[in-house]
């Protein structure tokens, strides 16, 4: 079985804890009136203003410094069944309000039965007495809504800004003039260096990368050396490259013998076309191999010696 004497006093112990002053008992005619029955509890009268802690209140502005009495009551039951409410006036509210208000607490703890729910009827009649005073709730900005409006704020300045202009000055004046002359210069350059592509001309790069004479000969002279020296450590096997030119001088003589040899019908020493044998002409009845006599074989004998 639920103990809801038990639960009730709790809920008033935690309500006095949060509201303090805000909260009191009152009696009589203040009270809830069940036509004199007697009350199952006290009757506790919480006061509601439209303002929050932290909020100045603008004394000359009514709607700021009116101020709600919910007075309530617990039941038997509750929190299984609603609590005794009552709306009055503390001062600044007028019967049709409270008529007005009245019916929204009790439809709001007819929704909440089965719970605690004077804490969350005290909040609701806190958002109905800030929009009867107008007050808007400042909600705290978090970084993105930060972000936003600060990033608005800018483009607003920005906008501004185009539409009045901004005030020219010598030193401005001046440094526009070095702007532009200088983004003139650099389009000529970039102009002049696309024809010169087209035509074949070397870039800056290419020239960069070129060798002068005297480079080009110690480079080459260093890489000779050093081809000279791994030929003789590696005892000459390696294959050498000759030029034709390297042969003209020592075949020259040849080429002339060989052609005068062709012209005249034989050789240096056999200008009748026959050949040598020995120091001797063959005649050209005399057979190479030799004659009858064996001259032809002495003499290959003496030649032989």
Request: net charge negative; proline share 3%; glycine share 12%.
């Amino acid at each position: 079985m639920t103990d809801y004497l038990e639960e009730q006093e709790m809920e008033v112990e935690a309500l006095q804890a949060i509201l303090m002053e805000d909260m009191v008992v009152v009696h009589g005619s203040e009270g809830v009136d069940l036509g004199g029955v007697a009350l199952h509890a006290p009757c506790y009268q919480i006061a509601v203003s439209a303002l929050g802690d932290g909020e100045e209140e603008d004394e000359a502005d009514e709607s700021q410094t009116a101020r709600l009495g919910l007075v309530f009551s617990h039941t038997p039951a509750y929190p299984d069944e609603p609590p005794l409410i009552k709306c009055r006036s503390i001062k600044g509210l007028f019967d049709r309000e409270l008529q007005q208000i009245q019916a929204r607490m009790v439809k709001q703890a007819a929704g909440a039965v089965g719970m605690s729910m004077v804490f969350d009827l005290v909040g609701e009649a806190k958002e109905w007495m800030r929009d009867r005073a107008g007050v808007v709730d400042e909600l705290e900005e978090t970084p993105e809504a930060i972000a936003s409006r600060l990033e608005e704020e800018a483009e607003a300045r920005l906008r501004a800004m185009r539409a009045t202009g901004t005030a020219v000055t010598v030193v401005s004046f001046t440094a526009w003039t070095q702007r532009l002359e200088a983004e003139e210069a650099l389009r000529r350059i970039k102009e002049s260096g696309a024809a010169g592509a087209g035509t074949g001309a070397a870039t800056a790069e290419d020239d960069a990368r070129k060798m002068t004479g005297r480079q080009y000969f110690e480079e080459r002279t260093a890489g000779e050396e050093e081809e000279d020296g791994a030929g003789v450590a590696g005892g000459g096997d390696e294959d050498c490259d000759f030029e034709d030119d390297d042969f003209d001088d020592e075949f020259d003589e040849d080429d002339d013998d060989l052609l005068e040899f062709i012209a005249g019908g034989g050789g240096a020493g056999s200008r009748s076309g026959l050949p040598l044998v020995g120091n001797r002409q063959l005649s050209a009845s005399q057979p190479i191999g030799g004659s009858g006599d064996g001259s032809g074989s002495e003499d290959s004998d003496a030649e032989e010696e």
